[in-house]
């Protein structure tokens, strides 16, 4: 499954190429690749590569939302260049007050 992003989150278009993302299944799970202009706008966290990064949406990222329509729960996954990742489960009847937590996962940032 491909999505071409080509405008921002409140509807006005991009102004720079388009950002790819593409999900296919992966052995036990998906893999979300992407393929993206780099901006590096902020710079990098000082967070540690490969680990997870609470705040990471202040970042450049990628996000990627995945609902449960009989639960109604979604996983918040959120990617970014410099290998910091951030995954986040809510349901619609509790957004806030949890604390994140890393599920298993066999999620990776594919670098084109």
């Not at 780099?38 to 609470?54: I, Q, V």
Request: charged share 25%.
């Amino acid at each position: 499954m491909d999505f071409k992003i080509e405008h921002t989150w409140d509807g006005f278009p991009v102004k720079h190429e388009p950002a790819f993302v593409r999900l296919n299944p992966g052995e036990g799970g998906v893999m979300v690749e992407v393929s993206a202009p780099f901006f590096n706008d902020p710079p990098a966290p000082l967070g540690e590569p490969g680990k997870p990064f609470n705040g990471l949406w202040d970042y450049e990222v990628m996000e990627v939302f995945f609902l449960n329509d009989v639960t109604e729960q979604y996983l918040e996954v959120e990617l970014c260049p410099h290998r910091l990742e951030y995954f986040k489960p809510f349901t619609f009847n509790t957004l806030f007050g949890k604390e994140w937590r890393q599920p298993e996962s066999d999620l990776w940032l594919i670098e084109k």
